[in-house]
């Protein structure tokens, strides 16, 4: 089945820590994404990949690191520079960048800092 | 900067009546509009979308209307049941601007 998989579902961290959240996607998309969402928010975006070796800064970047090595894998690192990284995160891909496409989410990945 | 703005309050309608959820947005002319169905503990899934030079769009029990003067956005349900109890995302976008979502308004049928 084509998808776009995050892992872990659900992840504790602690104050100071790194950590780093999966992203892999099967459907051939150039573009991925990263989201957070807080509880009574909509989706902020982190950062975005219009293609492989390349990233940009969406638009509450500060905190968090990225890297697209492979078309099929987006991580999402955490550091512990991000003064409020308990949220619910969200990757997502589509086939091109801000064209008429649909997104495709991942079931997302709670963290929580303990 | 780019706004977009959905009732933030819940709505609750009696099962079997029409849903009409509405996404405003200010400071933006995006060439096309999405609607998104989220789920508690979910990631959102997509539902529809409509362009610029489209006033109406329908799939199923859903209908979406673009309204570029008013810059605003309808989604309807029809028939609704309570199954389509969910948290409905707008998100306009296009050209090579990212697509920005609403916060979304929160749905509740009623049996």
């Not at chain 1, 070796?53 to 690192?77: C, H, M, W």
């Not at chain 2, 029990?61 to 199954?83: C, E, G, N, W």
Request: hydrophobic share 30%; aromatic share 12%; net charge positive.
């Amino acid at each position: 089945d084509g998808g776009i998989t995050q892992s872990p579902k659900y992840l504790f961290r602690k104050e100071g820590q790194n950590v780093t959240l999966s992203c892999e996607q099967n459907l051939n998309h150039d573009a991925m994404y990263w989201y957070r969402q807080d509880p009574g928010q909509g989706l902020r975006l982190i950062y975005y990949s219009q293609i492989v070796n390349d990233f940009q800064k969406g638009d509450i970047a500060e905190g968090y690191s990225v890297s697209r090595e492979k078309k099929e894998s987006f991580p999402l690192t955490v550091t512990s520079a991000q003064k409020n990284p308990t949220a619910f995160y969200l990757c997502a891909s589509s086939n091109e960048w801000g064209t008429n496409t649909e997104a495709f989410f991942g079931q997302g990945t709670r963290l929580t800092v303990v | 900067s780019q706004k977009i703005e959905q009732n933030s309050e819940a709505l609750n309608i009696q099962e079997g009546k029409t849903a009409t959820l509405t996404c405003n947005y200010t400071n933006y002319s995006p060439a096309y509009l999405q609607w998104y169905r989220q789920d508690p503990g979910r990631g959102p899934v997509f539902l529809l979308l409509i362009r610029e030079n489209e006033k109406e769009k329908r799939k199923e029990r859903l209908k979406v209307t673009f309204d570029t003067t008013l810059k605003q956005s309808l989604f309807h349900i029809t028939a609704s049941q309570p199954a389509d109890s969910a948290t409905y995302l707008c998100a306009p976008g296009g050209g090579y601007q990212k697509v920005t979502f609403g916060t979304g308004t929160k749905l509740q049928v009623i049996p």
